[in-house]
């Protein structure tokens, strides 16, 4: 009776943290079946991998990255997802990601693209991995997927991902849960209407540039309106009446992507700028 007790206990123990492997081979550790739901560590999901796993979760950059350019995502475009973590000593691993906004919901569509070591589990708000993407005898866990950009308007998208490096014990102790994150924006020159990118010839100059951008207009009588925009839509800078080949100062202006929206009595153009 009481051997049938312990084998109750552990059944339910296995069946409630499926993220390790009922297996007793050399890279025992990871779940075949996958993580359960929730566990990326975003501020939607409230928790992360430590809730069956002891220990506590660490966060480490740069572990998801994507093919979406410096620009933004464009809506209803597909990119290359990848979640990627390093644990010297570790051949076992597994993970979660979810792209999500501040309130948790799910944005874009997530696609699988190797179903030998990949799922969709919750109606597609995760993925994670399954048995024949656990093992990683090299101690790098690779995994990628696409994801179908979402509607114009949604702003900014962010991947949460939690990571479990095992120690390949068949249990939930020792292993090394890792969090991380990559938020994306989606390119604000999409569904601008009333564009003319044709007339008068207009070019900015230098691009990349470091303090300093000017517009070159072919017509030398123009009088400009120009509005610099960041990533996330945010005007910064709108400057009135500005002339040919006048120097634009932009100092005070952090380095990264921007937009230069520039209004002539000829219409209205949009280039595209760094700072560097």
């Not at 490096?165 to 020159?189: H, K, P, R």
């Not at 209407?193 to 009588?221: C, G, W």
Request: charged share 15%.
């Amino acid at each position: 009776m009481k051997n049938k007790k312990k084998i109750m206990v552990a059944v339910i123990i296995m069946a409630a943290c499926p993220f390790f492997v009922i297996n007793l081979s050399p890279y025992a550790g990871a779940n075949g079946s996958g993580a359960p739901s929730g566990n990326t560590g975003s501020p939607g999901d409230g928790s992360n991998c430590t809730s069956c796993h002891s220990g506590t979760a660490s966060n480490q950059a740069g572990l998801i990255t994507s093919t979406i350019p410096i620009s933004g995502y464009v809506p209803g475009q597909t990119y290359t997802i990848t979640g990627a973590i390093t644990t010297t000593g570790k051949t076992k691993f597994g993970f979660q990601v979810s792209p999500q906004d501040v309130n948790g919901v799910l944005k874009g569509t997530m696609v699988v693209t190797n179903s030998t070591a990949t799922q969709l589990i919750n109606s597609g708000k995760y993925i994670t991995h399954k048995f024949a993407g656990n093992a990683f005898p090299s101690g790098t866990a690779t995994w990628s997927f696409d994801w179908t950009a979402p509607a114009a308007g949604t702003g900014d998208v962010t991947f949460y991902g939690g990571f479990n490096s095992s120690n390949s014990m068949s249990n939930t102790s020792g292993d090394l849960i890792t969090l991380s994150s990559l938020t994306v924006s989606e390119d604000i020159t999409t569904g601008i209407s009333a564009i003319n990118n044709n007339f008068n010839q207009l070019t900015v100059y230098p691009n990349p540039f470091t303090d300093k951008l000017y517009v070159n207009s072919s017509d030398e009588n123009d009088k400009m309106e120009v509005s610099v925009i960041d990533i996330n839509g945010k005007v910064l800078k709108r400057l009135n009446n500005v002339q040919n080949n006048q120097r634009l100062d932009l100092e005070d202006i952090a380095n990264g992507y921007y937009v230069l929206s520039i209004k002539t009595a000829d219409g209205l153009i949009i280039k595209k700028v760094t700072k560097k």
